[in-house]
């Protein structure tokens, strides 16, 4: 198994190398600094691409540079609501890899950065790579957002109804 310093080097060096990947943000677990990180901790990275179809139009990519893959997910292609190909929407590949290292990889095409990615209501992220200024991010590390607290009531009472 690919110890998970190999492997964000892998998705660094991958950035790096790929003209068309211009930034790259780690997000979630890892970026929190009191969080215990285990075999079960996940890479939530985006990157920040130019031409998202180059990367959408097949999937196999994913495997060639990253490594055998045991499941993917491609939550924006569900049956419900198909992915429009010809689009520059952001995409989601959450793929599991045979050596149990674990990439939830959102792309998101440089062309089509929504204004929240500056907002403090994002999840807690770190920049690990800007190749140059085509937009502005700020890191954000503020871990509140995974406190777990008590649901209030009307929460509880909603998510009892939904689950039976």
Not at 96 to 102: E, P, T, Y
Not at 146 to 152: A, D, E, L, R, S
Request: proline content about 5%; hydrophobic content about 35%; overall charge negative.
């Amino acid at each position: 198994m690919r110890t998970d310093e190999d492997f964000l080097s892998l998705i660094l060096k991958t950035a790096e190398n790929d003209d068309r990947i211009r930034c790259v943000l780690m997000g979630g677990s890892r970026v929190g600094p009191q969080v215990h990180i285990d075999r079960l901790s996940d890479f939530d990275v985006i990157y920040f691409v130019r031409d998202i179809r180059s990367f959408t139009r097949e999937k196999d990519w994913v495997e060639r540079i990253f490594g055998r893959v045991l499941i993917m997910q491609t939550p924006e292609d569900w049956y419900s609501h198909p992915y429009d190909y010809d689009s520059s929407d952001p995409f989601v590949y959450l793929t599991q890899f045979s050596d149990g290292q674990r990439l939830d990889l959102t792309l998101v095409d440089v062309t089509n950065i929504p204004d929240d990615y500056n907002s403090k209501n994002l999840d807690p992220s770190v920049i690990l790579l800007q190749k140059d200024d085509l937009f502005t991010l700020a890191e954000f590390t503020r871990m509140e957002k995974f406190f777990i607290k008590p649901p209030i009531e009307k929460e509880f009472s909603d998510t009892n109804n939904e689950f039976y």
